[in-house]
Structures are given as C-alpha cells and as structure tokens.
T-cell receptor, first 114, second 114 residues
Framework: GAVVSQHPSWVICKSGTSVKIECRSL??????MFWYRQFPKQSLMLMAT?????????EQGVEKDKFLINHASLTLSTLTVTSAHPEDSSFYIC??????????FGPGTRLTVL | AQSVTQPDIHITVSEGASLELRCNYS??????LFWYVQSPGQGLQLLLK??????LVQGIKGFEAEFKRSQSSFNLRKPSVHWSDAAEYFC????????????FGAGTRLFVKA
C-alpha cells in the first residue's frame, strides 16, 4: 500500500507557542488530504479537508484561525496549531486520498501543550 | 450528512472464538463503507471496504464484512480470533461529495483472552 508520513511523531511545547505538523504522501500525489483529531480512547474527528492549491474546508466547530492548514504541493500538507493551549493536546492524524475511495493514514502526531 | 454508530464500546472474546463487530450507518445515498484497525502506536490500517457489488466483502487478516442495506449495517466478522487481533476497530462511511470526507464511528476495543 501507499505510504503517508507525519512529522514530528510527537511534540511538546509551551502554552502560547505555535506548532507545525507535516503530512507527506511519499509515493503518490494527493490533491486531497484530511486532518483528524483523536482524543484518548475516542474516535477520529475530522477537522478539515486540505485541497492542494486552494483553501482548506473546515468542519463545523473547528477554528480555522487556530488550526492553519496549507497544502502547497501534491505531496505535502501542513497543520499549524497557533497559540497552543493545553486543551489542544491531542493526537493529530492526517490522511491522503489516493483514489476516490481510498485514503492512506499517517502514523499520527502526539501533541502535548504544557 | 453521514454518521456511523458502533454500539459496542468494547468486546472480549476468547482466542479461537468467532467475532462480530457491529456497525450501523446513516447516509442518504449509497455509501462507501470501511473498516479500519488501529493498534497501539500504529496508524490506521484498512481492513476492507465496500461500495458496490457483492455484499459480502473479504478483507485482510481473515476479516469479512456484510453490507445489509435494509438494516443499514456493515458488520465485521472473523471466524477465529487470534491474540494479535486485539486492537481498536473503526467503522467509517465515506461520502462521494465534499471531497469524499470520511466519518468514523466511535470505535470498538477488542480484547482477546487466552
């Protein structure tokens, strides 16, 4: 299957700082990538759909100014958590859509905000 | 909008016993349906998917699922569970519109006892 990477795999930051998470499709091009958030022992909640060359589409209740998404190339999407606070601590997972009905998931990034 | 319900938060089965994980979906049109498995420290892995054709779908690792339109269900089954199957299982439904975003159920944690 296709490979999607995320970097970093875990990050600890101080409250008020910004953190950037990268999502890369290593062996295919993805015009669409998705960002999810997963709380401990809970399901994945779709945060936004990232489209190459255009603005991301955010799900209801997700602050677009808080979670900045940039999809500058067909293999890279970034999620920046701005002015992070402890409540932003979570597991962030990206996926890249290879075909209409197939997406591949990254291993996730564990964010801890102190 | 689509939604997914996994009524069982956790299930415990004995090794070698059969397994069935329940999933009910809500979607106005014919859905894309998926089952994913998430093991600790690993990314989501696709077990199987359904869109059309034979309603009994075979997946990896000996899993299968049956689509029942009349019941809006897509239950996952395995005839003989192995200890390595212990993980979190997510049912998901994909919509053909909106960039083909995927909505996940709450997940079912599978415990396997010796």
């Amino acid at each position: 299957g296709a490979v999607v990477s995320q970097h970093p795999s875990w990050v600890i930051c101080k409250s008020g700082t910004s953190v950037k998470i990268e999502c890369r499709s290593l062996d295919f091009q993805a015009t669409t990538m998705f960002w999810y958030r997963q709380f401990p022992k809970q399901s994945l909640m779709l945060m936004a759909t990232s489209n190459e060359g255009s603005k991301a589409t955010y799900e209801q209740g997700v602050e677009k100014d808080k979670f900045l998404i940039n999809h500058a190339s067909l293999t890279l999407s970034t999620l920046t958590v701005t002015s992070a606070h402890p409540e932003d601590s979570s597991f962030y997972i990206c996926s890249a859509r290879k075909t209409a009905d197939t997406q591949y998931f990254g291993p996730g990034t564990r964010l801890t905000v102190l | 909008a689509q939604s997914v319900t996994q009524p069982d938060i956790h299930i415990t089965v004995s090794e070698g016993a059969s397994l069935e994980l329940r999933c009910n979906y809500s979607y106005g049109a014919t859905p894309y349906l998926f089952w994913y498995v998430q093991s600790p420290g690993q990314g989501l892995q696709l077990l199987l998917k359904y869109f059309s054709g034979d309603t009994l779908v075979q997946g990896i690792k000996g899993f299968e699922a049956e689509f029942k339109r009349s019941q809006s269900s897509f239950n996952l089954r395995k005839p003989s569970v192995h200890w390595s199957d212990a993980a979190e299982y997510f049912c998901a439904v994909g919509a053909q519109t909106g960039g083909f975003k995927t909505i996940f159920g709450a997940g079912t944690r599978l415990f396997v006892k010796a």
